[in-house]
Nanobody, 125 residues
Framework: QLQLVESGGGLVQPGGSLKLSCAAT????????VGWFRQLPGDEREGVAC???????AIYVDSAKGRFTISRDGTNIVYLQMNNLNPDDTGVYYC???????????????????WGQGTQVTVSS
């Protein structure tokens, strides 16, 4: 059974960078579309970045374009490099795999697929 564990969150000043990791166990991520999502208390979960190895491309929410990069390392790790962070990027960041079609990835919900427990990112001076 596929399990996902996020790490790499923390407190960073505006303009700083963080690199999040999502490690998979129990199965390979090779055939899954994967995505990163974030959520603030009381808000809906928002898709940030997604990647499909099959299609060989990534998609990003507009606010992440040019600042965030999603990538994979081997078969079981997915990264989210986040640069030039601002307070609006604060939230709990989750990774997910196989929760729907890749083209719909940014709108995936936790009703399906495989989700990690999240890692907190706080951008504040």
């Amino acid at each position: 059974q596929l399990q996902l564990v996020e790490s790499g969150g923390g407190l960073v000043q505006p303009g700083g960078s963080l690199k999040l990791s999502c490690a998979a166990t129990g199965s390979t991520l090779d055939y899954y579309a994967v995505g990163w999502f974030r959520q603030l208390p009381g808000d809906e979960r928002e898709g940030v970045a997604c990647h499909s190895r099959t299609e060989g491309r990534a998609i990003y929410v507009d606010s992440a374009k040019g600042r965030f990069t999603i990538s994979r390392d081997g078969t079981n790790i997915v990264y989210l490099q986040m640069n030039n962070l601002n307070p609006d990027d604060t939230g709990v960041y989750y990774c997910a795999a196989g929760a729907g079609r890749f083209r719909d990835c940014l709108t995936w919900t936790s009703d399906g697929g495989n989700w990690g427990q999240g890692t907190q990112v706080t951008v504040s001076s």
